[in-house]
């Protein structure tokens, strides 16, 4: 039977205009969605040849200069938000102002403020809406997830997080928008942090204080050359330079509301550190790793077997009841990056056509910024900071 259609208007189409276009284009085909997703209008602002290009590369049917022309369209059911994480909100608000469901990339938005806002419209609206941590969706995490509430790993002591990368070591790669704390928020604290406190929040639970120590390393870079983009410096000749606004790195400290302890160590500036998004759980019956760089092996130390048969088992997460690896192609046959925004969007397809609540969302994105914000005051202000004084 023919799949209902639901149109998609695009905002912004770099890196992750990619990945979510490649999602829309394949969800239907690989999972069980009610909808057949539609890649509508997309827009271009002031690259209409380049957006011409990736509209023709993905199937974008329209194009529009402006976002809020396509939030004004009637005919466009969800709004996918893929712009620099500043404008998030503003296209966020208009868009569950004018009904339309919402998809998300993250970090929520650059202040806690700013995400109360969003989640207010949403909630108002009574649209979906989801804000795209998609590590969550990784069938080793889902897993996780499973071994956690299952008991398996028993009481949860400590958190361990890091998420690594090099992009930025070379002092001239240029001062693209992710070093602008006016269109970022943060540095890694926000972009990497973000990822690795939602996964936190996911598995462990809801953090209570923070230390943090923030450091940039490079406090001036070349402006950015017109082709400019994340992970590339693009073509350069600026000899002029501007101010690094953004942490380069940061380290956290948390206490959870649990009782576990916790570490965050986010960096660009990591050598031969590409998407390091690392963590380790350790608890009163078990014990959990896992890095995505080999993202579909989890590690698990079961500390109920014999003490001398003990020792990291590593589970191939790509069997059925392995979170959503079930779809794909067979045991021992691996899935990657680009799977887990198809398993988002097959998740938020099933959250509209049912009228559930998804997660992560705004209010997750809200929760995540509010402690990244404690950890930038902490590190401003040299103290240990509750997560409940960011208002
Ligand atoms: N989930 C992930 O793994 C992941 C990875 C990278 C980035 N992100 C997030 O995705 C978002 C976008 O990041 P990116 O790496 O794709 O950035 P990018 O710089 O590659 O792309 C940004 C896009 O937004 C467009 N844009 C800028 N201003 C606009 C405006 N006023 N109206 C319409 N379009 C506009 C740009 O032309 C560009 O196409 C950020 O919030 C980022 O944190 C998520």
Redo the contacts with the bound molecule.
Sequence with gaps: MAKQKINIGL???????RAHSFAWSNVSKFMDTDFEPVLKVM?Y?S?KEAAEEFAEKWGWEELAK??KEIVARDDIDIIDI????Y??KEIAIAAAKAGKHIYC???CAISYADCLEMEKAVTEAGVVHYL???YRRVPAIEFAKKLIEEGKIGRIYHWRGAYLQDWILDPNFPL??QFRKDMAGGGPLY?LGS?SVDLARYLVGEVKTVMAKNYTFTPERPLPGKEA??FRAGSNNATETGKVEVDDASFMVVEFENGALGSFDVTRMAGGRKNYNHFEIYGSKGCLSWNFESMNELRFLNLEDPAGEQGYRTISATLGGHGQAGVWWGPGHVIGYENTFIHAAADFLKAVKDGSVITPNFTDGAKIIRVLEAAARSSEENRQVLVSEIA
């Design positions: 905002i912004g189409s770099g890196f992750m205009g827009t602002g690259k402006d976002w893929v712009t620099p994480t404008l998030h990339e993250k970090p795209n941590h998609n693209t928008w972009d990822h983009v994340v």
